[in-house]
C-alpha cells in the first residue's frame, strides 16, 4: 500500500484528515490561520476553485469574471511546486473582526526559488473565513532571515 501523503501545509497531519474537508466543501476552515493553510495546500493540490471560493467578497480579483481568474489561479499553481510552508504569527480577530497571520511559503518556479513572506488579512463572510489582502515580502527585501520574523517585525511598510 503507497505512504499517504503529508498535508501541503505542513501541519503534520494527513492531507485527508486536515485540508481535504475544506476543499471538498464538507467544512469550513474553523479560523484564518486554518483557512490560509487550506489555501497553500489548495494552490499544491491545483484546487483553483477553492481559491476562488475562499476569496473576500471585497478582494479585488472577486471584481473580475470567475472564469479569467480562474484560469490563472490554475496556471499559476500548475507552474509551480510547494514543498513547505512556515506559519509565523497569528491574531485572532480584531474589534473589527480582522485577524491576520505571518507566514512564510516556500515555492519554487522551475527550480527557481520564488519563496516569500506575507502578512495576510481575513475576514469571516457570514460564511467562513476568507481571504481579504496582504503585503508580501521576498527575502532578499529582508533583513533578516524570514523564520525570524514576527507580526510585531514584519516590514511592512
Given at each position: 500500500m503507497?505512504?499517504?501523503?503529508?498535508?501541503p501545509c505542513?501541519?503534520?497531519?494527513?492531507?485527508?484528515?486536515?485540508?481535504?474537508?475544506?476543499?471538498?466543501?464538507?467544512?469550513e476552515?474553523?479560523d484564518?490561520?486554518?483557512?490560509?493553510?487550506?489555501?497553500?495546500?489548495?494552490?499544491?493540490?491545483?484546487?483553483?476553485a477553492?481559491?476562488w471560493?475562499?476569496?473576500?467578497p471585497?478582494?479585488?480579483?472577486?471584481?473580475?469574471?470567475?472564469?479569467?481568474v480562474?484560469?490563472?489561479?490554475?496556471?499559476f499553481?500548475?507552474g509551480?511546486?510547494?514543498?513547505?510552508?512556515?506559519?509565523?504569527?497569528?491574531?485572532?480577530?480584531?474589534?473589527?473582526?480582522?485577524?491576520?497571520?505571518?507566514?512564510?511559503?516556500?515555492?519554487?518556479?522551475?527550480g527557481?526559488d520564488?519563496?516569500?513572506v506575507e502578512?495576510?488579512?481575513?475576514?469571516?463572510?457570514?460564511?467562513?473565513?476568507r481571504?481579504?489582502?496582504g503585503?508580501?515580502?521576498l527575502?532578499?527585501?529582508?533583513?533578516?532571515?524570514?523564520?525570524?520574523?514576527?507580526?510585531d517585525?514584519?516590514p511592512?511598510?
Open positions: 503507497p505512504p499517504v501523503p503529508p498535508c505542513s501541519s503534520g497531519q494527513r492531507y485527508r484528515q486536515c485540508c481535504a474537508p475544506f476543499h471538498r466543501g464538507e467544512a476552515a474553523p484564518a490561520e486554518r483557512l490560509m493553510r487550506s489555501r497553500y495546500s489548495a494552490f499544491a493540490q491545483r484546487d483553483a477553492y481559491l471560493k475562499t476569496l473576500h471585497d478582494h479585488p480579483m472577486r471584481a473580475r469574471p470567475e472564469a479569467d480562474l484560469r490563472e489561479l490554475r496556471a499553481a500548475q509551480h511546486q510547494y514543498p513547505g510552508l512556515v506559519v509565523l504569527g497569528h491574531q485572532p480577530p480584531d474589534a473589527s473582526g480582522l485577524a491576520r497571520v505571518l507566514f512564510f511559503a516556500k515555492v519554487f518556479e522551475k527557481k520564488q519563496s516569500f502578512r495576510s488579512d481575513f475576514r469571516h463572510d457570514g460564511t467562513g473565513w481571504y481579504l489582502e503585503i508580501l515580502k527575502p532578499r527585501e529582508l533583513s533578516v532571515p524570514p523564520e525570524s520574523l514576527t507580526l517585525t514584519f511592512a511598510g
